[in-house]
C-alpha cells in the first residue's frame, strides 16, 4: 500500500483483495473488513475510517503467519496495541521486529513488508494509524483548537529506530481497551475523542521518562526460542534445564531466557508449566479412560500430589473437579 498515483492509505485498503492473499470481506465506505487466509489459519482486520487520513483497525488473528505487502509510506505513523498474544515481523533490514502482549508500539512502518510470524497461533490488538500529510490537514482543519503535530510525534518516538515500544502502561492500555466497549449509536464521534485523547498523550509525554522496551532482535535468536519453544512441548514427559538448552542451541542462557520471555510473554518455566495444565486440562476433559495419575505422568509429572498442586493454582481447582463439573 503506497502512496503513488495519488492512491490514499483508505484507498489502498479498500484494494486488497488485489494483494496475495488478502479478501475484502465487507466495505461500507466508512469501514472495510479484510481478510487474509493460508494453510496455517486466518485473520481478519477490520479498519475503520475516523477522518481523512486516520484510520483505527481491529486485528483479529489465529494462523501461525501471514506475508505483509504493506509498502513503505515515509509519512506514516502508527500506533499498535497488543492486547493478546505476540507477534514478529522479519523486517526488510535483516532484523524481528517484536510486539508483544500489553504493550503499545509506535511505528514509521519503515520496515513493515515481510513475513509476520504469531508464535503462539493468535494476536488481537488495535492499530490508529496516520497518513500525516493527509491527517495533518484533516486535524488542523476539524480541530483547530488542539494544537496537534504528527510530524514532532512521529521524530520523537519512531526518529533512532523507527519504533518505540511503551511498557505496561496504565492510561494507554486503558485508552485501547475501551475501544473495544464502543457506543454503537456514537461510534464515530467516540473513535475520533479517543484518537485526539492518544494523540494529546503521545504530545505531553517524554521518551526520557518513558519505560520502553527493546524492539528488535537478532533473527537467530528468534528462531531459536521458536525452536526451543517447539522443543520443550512436543514430549511433555521430558524436562530441560536452561543451560542444556543454551548449550544445544548454542545461545547463552541469558539471551535465551531474555528472547524466549519477549516473543512468548513468559518465562520458559511459567511458560511451559502454563502449557503442560492446559494439555491436562484437555485429557481430562476428552479421555475418560485416562486416570488422574495417567494424566499427570503424560505431562510430566511422576508425583500426583505435585501436579494437582500446580493444575490448582493455575486452573483454579483440582484436576478432579475439572474433570467433574459441567462442560
Known amino acids: 500500500m503506497a502512496e503513488n498515483n495519488g492512491i490514499t492509505v483508505w484507498g489502498s485498503f479498500?484494494?486488497?483483495?488485489?494483494?496475495?492473499?488478502?479478501?475484502?470481506?465487507?466495505?461500507?465506505?466508512?469501514?472495510?473488513?479484510?481478510?487474509?487466509?493460508?494453510?496455517?489459519?486466518?485473520?481478519?482486520?477490520?479498519?475503520?475510517?475516523?477522518?481523512?487520513?486516520v484510520y483505527l483497525m481491529y486485528n483479529d488473528f489465529h494462523m501461525s503467519y501471514y506475508n505483509s505487502e504493506y509498502q513503505t509510506i515515509e509519512t506514516m505513523l502508527?500506533?499498535?496495541?497488543?492486547?493478546?498474544?505476540?507477534?514478529?515481523?522479519?523486517?526488510?533490514?535483516?532484523?524481528?521486529?517484536?510486539?508483544?502482549?500489553?504493550s503499545v508500539c509506535i511505528d514509521s512502518r519503515v520496515h513493515h513488508k515481510g513475513k509476520v510470524?504469531?508464535?503462539?497461533?493468535?494476536?488481537?490488538?488495535?492499530?490508529?494509524?496516520?497518513?500525516s500529510k493527509l491527517a495533518e490537514k484533516t486535524l488542523m482543519e476539524?480541530?483547530?483548537?488542539?494544537?496537534?503535530?504528527?510530524?514532532?510525534?512521529?521524530?520523537?518516538?519512531?526518529?533512532?529506530?523507527?519504533?518505540?515500544?511503551?511498557?505496561?502502561?496504565n492510561d494507554l492500555k486503558r485508552l485501547f481497551t475501551d475501544l473495544y466497549h464502543v457506543p454503537e449509536r456514537a461510534k464515530q464521534n467516540y473513535f475520533r475523542a479517543k484518537v485526539l485523547e492518544l494523540l494529546v498523550y503521545l504530545s505531553a509525554i517524554e521518551t526520557e521518562n518513558t519505560a520502553s522496551e527493546k524492539t528488535y532482535f537478532y533473527k537467530d535468536h528468534i528462531e531459536k526460542a521458536g525452536a526451543v519453544q517447539r522443543l520443550i512441548t512436543e514430549d511433555l514427559k521430558v524436562s530441560h534445564t536452561i543451560d542444556e538448552l543454551s548449550k544445544h542451541f548454542d545461545i547463552?542462557?541469558?539471551?535465551?531466557?531474555?528472547?524466549?520471555?519477549?516473543?512468548?510473554?513468559?518465562?520458559?518455566?511459567?511458560?511451559?508449566?502454563e502449557y503442560r495444565m492446559q494439555k491436562a486440562a484437555e485429557l481430562l476433559i476428552g479421555r475418560a479412560d485416562l486416570s488422574i495419575g495417567d494424566i499427570a505422568y503424560s505431562v510430566g509429572y511422576e508425583s500426583g500430589g505435585k501436579f494437582s498442586g500446580a493444575f490448582k493454582k493455575i486452573m483454579g481447582m483440582t484436576p478432579k473437579e475439572y474433570r467433574n463439573q459441567p462442560h
Open 14 to 53: 479498500r484494494h486488497m483483495a488485489d494483494i496475495g492473499t488478502y479478501r475484502l470481506v465487507a466495505d461500507t465506505g466508512e469501514c472495510v473488513v479484510i481478510r487474509v487466509e493460508n494453510e496455517s489459519g486466518e485473520g481478519d482486520m477490520i479498519v475503520h475510517k475516523v477522518f481523512d487520513g
Open 78 to 102: 502508527a500506533v499498535d496495541y497488543c492486547r493478546e498474544g505476540s507477534l514478529t515481523l522479519n523486517c526488510d533490514n535483516g532484523l524481528y521486529q517484536l510486539k508483544k502482549a500489553g
Open 117 to 131: 510470524s504469531f508464535p503462539t497461533n493468535h494476536f488481537h490488538g488495535i492499530t490508529i494509524g496516520f497518513e
Open 142 to 169: 476539524q480541530v483547530s483548537g488542539i494544537p496537534l503535530d504528527l510530524y514532532a510525534i512521529r521524530d520523537k518516538f519512531c526518529k533512532k529506530e523507527n519504533t518505540f515500544m511503551i511498557k505496561e502502561n
Open 252 to 273: 547463552s542462557p541469558t539471551a535465551l531466557k531474555n528472547c524466549f520471555k519477549h516473543v512468548y510473554g513468559k518465562p520458559i518455566f511459567t511458560y511451559l508449566t
